[in-house]
């Protein structure tokens, strides 16, 4: 299993990766070391997950054009770096000395003789000409410090030479152009391809969109040595929606690109939604539909466990049981809507909102925490850290609603997000914006009020309907079949029989049998035979590359288990 991430974090791909070993594969999961520094552990016990965190050196993150000046459009803009920095700082430094000898001077005893008072006035003369070139010199960096902020901020949104060249390789190179737009792909490769290689996996499970291509190329390789790779690809976002990761006009068209590249390369896909997999299917000419698997919670984690295993909510925030809690659990980004939050904080007077982030010290959260007492409800607003995936209802369940109040955005709009799933199994009355797929469901079920997404006075109407009657909402947790079909458990069964489907099929092929089904049992999930990307080594639009499923087993003779070289997850 391949993704792009610490792991620790991801509760779907530590799931999944737990899930699998419990049902007897042998897993591995690669994932990306946050500090540069290699590190392993099991999920599960001694025979569950392995998981191996992997140093990724990204020096082709930086090409050398972020380097250069705006030479044409801002020629007085310091050159990208530290420069502008230091300048800053320097004549900060500069500025500073002056306004101390100054104040010597003006902290002196006051001058007995006229000779003292000469010298006196002779200091403050000197000290004029400096501190008016230190002005000067104040203006001028900063001016030439905004010109270089001015610039990385217009290449961000696309200049049109950046717009240009972007046109130029997408019609010279096709979906190849991220080679050029985006070469930090490669880091990547670079960084897992080989330990890939080295695990001689029979199936690899790559998370969304960079470990598509990284899956992608160990399958090639593993094809020149005579060895066939199943390669299922976990779509979590429609890519083409996505909010850019990094301020570059190239970032989006690039891996675009490198994603279409792939796709054709996947013998089965996986995705978090229905409307995704529609949209997926429909992008990408797939002959078949994603399998659906929910970022549903585990059963296990909804059943009450020991009190002191599971840290308390309210305990944390420091309030008693009877104060009225919302809760929201997340990333911490401007388009998850966590400022309307706080805006809502001086209309709910006694109700306390608890912020459960990843980055508690983001620069985000600091400036909810500054808004937050600057509006006077500072003492209302808390900022937790997270808990293990494991405890994250359980946690969860002390608050008297659960929020998500995101924003419309492409991937926003398509898919039931994991923490809708945590807040129903923590019975969590909902207060949801009004994005299209979770509104819906929100209003289908009965568990929650929607608002309109960045409408502060609709966030307040919608706590105030679910605080007045909370009980009225939790009964929709009551309805038979709605909670069981919204665990991890569920979903792991499709997991498995998607793994079970693929190496079975590539077993069949792989020896040569008479089992042949109907049409081409080579066509991957584009549609197609995958002979002609074999001979040229690499990728034909809508072919793939043929397998021989070799699994190894756990015990000697003819029969194959599924513990060996499968890397699901």
Not at 549 to 560: D, L
Request: glycine share 10%; proline share 7%; charged share 25%.
């Amino acid at each position: 299993m391949l993704v792009c991430n610490g792991v620790v974090a991801d509760s779907r791909v530590q799931k999944t990766a737990r899930s699998a070993a419990e049902a007897g594969w042998d897993v591995t999961l690669l994932g990306r070391a946050p500090d540069g520094r290699p590190k392993s552990w099991r999920i599960g016990g001694p025979r569950g997950a392995e998981v191996r965190l992997l140093p990724v050196p990204t020096p082709l993150a930086h090409p050398p054009r972020e380097a250069r000046r705006p030479l044409f459009r801002r020629p007085l803009a310091y050159k990208p770096g530290d420069t502008a920095t230091y300048r800053i700082q320097q004549i900060k430094a500069w500025r500073g000395e002056l306004r101390t000898r100054r104040a010597e001077l003006l902290a002196a005893p006051a001058p007995r003789s006229r000779a003292e008072q000469a010298e006196r006035t002779y200091g403050m003369v000197r000290l004029a000409l400096p501190r008016a070139v230190a002005r000067f010199a104040h203006r001028w960096v900063s001016f030439r410090k905004r010109q270089l902020d001015d610039g990385v901020r217009a290449r961000g949104a696309g200049t049109p030479l950046d717009r240009l060249s972007v046109a130029f390789w997408q019609r010279a190179m096709g979906d190849r152009c991220w080679r050029v737009l985006w070469p930090n792909l490669y880091d990547f490769e670079l960084a897992y391809g080989p330990v890939v290689d080295e695990l001689r996996p029979d199936l690899v499970h790559a998370n969304d969109f960079r470990m598509l291509g990284v899956g992608a190329r160990a399958k090639i390789r593993a094809l020149a040595e005579g060895r066939r790779v199943q390669l299922v690809w976990d779509a979590h976002e429609f890519l083409p929606g996505v909010r850019p990761w990094r301020d570059d006009a190239r970032w989006l068209p690039a891996h675009v690109a490198h994603e279409r590249e792939y796709v054709p390369y996947a013998d089965a896909a996986v995705t978090v939604s229905d409307s995704l997999a529609a949209l997926l299917r429909e992008t990408h000419g797939l002959g078949r539909d994603p399998t659906v698997v929910l970022n549903a919670p585990d059963a296990v984690t909804t059943e009450p466990g020991e009190p002191e295993q599971v840290p308390s909510l309210r305990a944390l925030c420091g309030i008693e049981a009877g104060t009225p809690l919302v809760v929201y659990s997340g990333g911490a980004a401007p388009q998850r809507g966590l400022d309307t939050m706080v805006e809502a904080l001086p209309e709910l007077p006694g109700t306390h909102t608890a912020l459960v982030v990843n980055r508690p010290s983001s620069w985000y959260v600091r400036r909810l925490r500054e808004r937050a007492a600057w509006l006077g409800v500072g003492d209302r607003l808390h900022v937790l850290p997270y808990v293990p995936y494991d405890q994250v209802v359980r946690f969860l369940a002390e608050a008297d609603v659960g929020a998500i109040p995101i924003h419309h955005w492409t991937n926003h709009e398509i898919a039931l997000i994991t923490k809708f799933f945590e807040y129903a199994h923590a019975r969590l009355p909902l207060v949801v914006s009004d994005v299209r797929t979770m509104a819906a469901t929100t209003r289908e079920t009965g568990q929650g009020e929607v608002f309109r997404a960045e409408d502060t006075a609709d966030y307040v109407r919608a706590v105030r309907a679910v605080l007045a009657e909370p009980a009225h909402y939790r009964a929709a947790y009551d309805r038979p079949g709605l909670l069981e079909r919204w665990t991890w458990e569920a979903q792991a069964r499709k997991l498995d029989q998607l793994y079970s489907g693929l190496l079975h099929t590539a077993d069949r092929h792989g020896h040569g049998g008479n089992e042949h089904q109907e049409g081409d049992g080579n066509a991957d999930l584009c549609g197609g035979a995958r002979e002609d990307r074999a001979a040229v080594g690499r990728a034909v639009r809508g072919q793939g590359a043929p397998r021989d499923g070799r699994r190894r087993g756990r015990g000697r003779g003819g029969e194959r288990q599924r513990r060996g070289g499968a890397v699901p997850g």
